[in-house]
């Protein structure tokens, strides 16, 4: 088995996520802050994969409450297809619903009491979690 490396692309900050080698739990793994360069931010996604030896990078999917496919997914897919543009052929790259994956995530992290200010610096990666563990429950 190998690991699979969950990504929450957001606009500042970028979240991931990192499963253990068995593919069944997701763990928050890193948050990389956006640069303003975006070729860069792949290149810290790929080499957060490569680094965690995972063979499989899943994006995930902004989709929207109504179906209608807005600016967030329509980014997010031309993100997904830079990033597998610059991967090694051996890591594979697909796209998976992440609706709601913030919305997840603060709430768990209010839940367990994790202070506001803290929250803004892991909500990311945890966001990805949250996606990644879908991900992970429905490829089980």
Same mark, same amino acid.
């Given at each position: 088995?190998?690991?699979?490396?969950?990504?929450?692309?957001?606009?500042?900050?970028?979240?991931?996520?990192?499963?253990?080698?068995?593919?069944?739990?997701?763990?928050?793994?890193?948050?990389? +802050? *956006?640069?303003?360069?975006?070729? %860069?931010?792949?290149?810290? @996604?790929? #080499?957060?994969?490569?680094?965690?030896?995972?063979? &499989?990078?899943?994006?995930?999917?902004?989709?929207?409450?109504?179906?209608?496919?807005?600016?967030?997914?329509?980014?997010?897919?031309?993100?997904?297809?830079?990033?597998?543009?610059?991967?090694?052929?051996?890591?594979?790259?697909?796209?998976?619903? +992440? *609706?709601?994956?913030?919305?997840? %995530?603060?709430?768990?992290? @209010?839940? #367990?009491?994790?202070?506001?200010?803290?929250?803004? &610096?892991?909500?990311?990666?945890?966001?990805?979690?949250?996606?990644?563990?879908?991900?992970?429950?429905?490829?089980?």
């Amino acid at each position: 088995m190998s690991r699979t490396l969950g990504v929450d692309l957001g606009e500042r900050r970028i979240g991931l996520a990192i499963s253990d080698p068995l593919g069944t739990i997701a763990s928050p793994y890193l948050v990389i +802050e *956006r640069r303003g360069n975006p070729a %860069a931010d792949y290149k810290a @996604i790929i #080499a957060a994969a490569v680094d965690a030896d995972a063979m &499989k990078i899943v994006v995930g999917l902004p989709r929207s409450l109504s179906g209608r496919k807005g600016p967030a997914e329509r980014s997010a897919i031309s993100e997904c297809d830079a990033i597998r543009a610059l991967v090694p052929e051996t890591i594979e790259v697909e796209m998976f619903d +992440e *609706r709601l994956t913030t919305v997840i %995530a603060q709430r768990s992290l @209010i839940e #367990a009491g994790v202070r506001r200010k803290n929250r803004k &610096k892991i909500v990311d990666k945890v966001a990805a979690a949250v996606m990644l563990q879908s991900f992970l429950d429905s490829h089980g």
